[in-house]
């Protein structure tokens, strides 16, 4: 009996080209608010030695949502992303997106791809207690397919994307859309590596997918 794989897809770098934009986003919110988050808080205040308060941490979150949305028209799926969401669509085969992204700055990349929410189950940092690498977004996003996690693919850019699928026990599929290199993915868990979705999809069977 042959046991149907569901696809569990992080966003940023790996669907939509949409990092660049990010870093823009949060250099401007880091500029209003004076100071030079989740993770990405913490590891700031590591580096500078700076106080902050819960107060300060949610402004800075939502100048950065306001400055993401209003780069909104420049963002745009990556190489076959539309196309392998369609391919696994017609193939029956289930699949979610999990990212570590907030639904107001996600909103906007699903608009960009063409998911409707409503549809497609998605994951969100506000759905879950912790952000990658801890494996709360795959584990949630298997369970609203209703899928063992065991039967999942991970598909991601980052090694955090790599380092969660390997703790929730998926298969870690790495793109190098993202910025991260071949070695970084693989030393993180990835069993296959693709440039992009596009070559993802044409060696699909790889992975899961039957042609």
Known sequence: MRIEPVFLFDLDGTLVDSVYQHVLAWKEALNKIGMSGGLFTDQLLRETNMEISGDRVARLRQRHADAYRRQADSIRPLPGARELLTWLTDAKISYAIATSGRMETAAVNLAAL?????????????????????????????EQLGAPIETAVVVGDSIWDMLAAVRSRALAIGLLSGGYGHEELRQAGAYRIFDDPADMLHHIDEVGGRR
Request: no cysteine; proline share 14%.
């Open 114 to 142: 063409g998911v409707d929410p409503a549809v497609v189950p998605v994951v969100t940092r506000d759905l879950v207690k912790y952000a990658k690498p801890d494996p709360d977004l795959f584990l949630a996003a298997a």
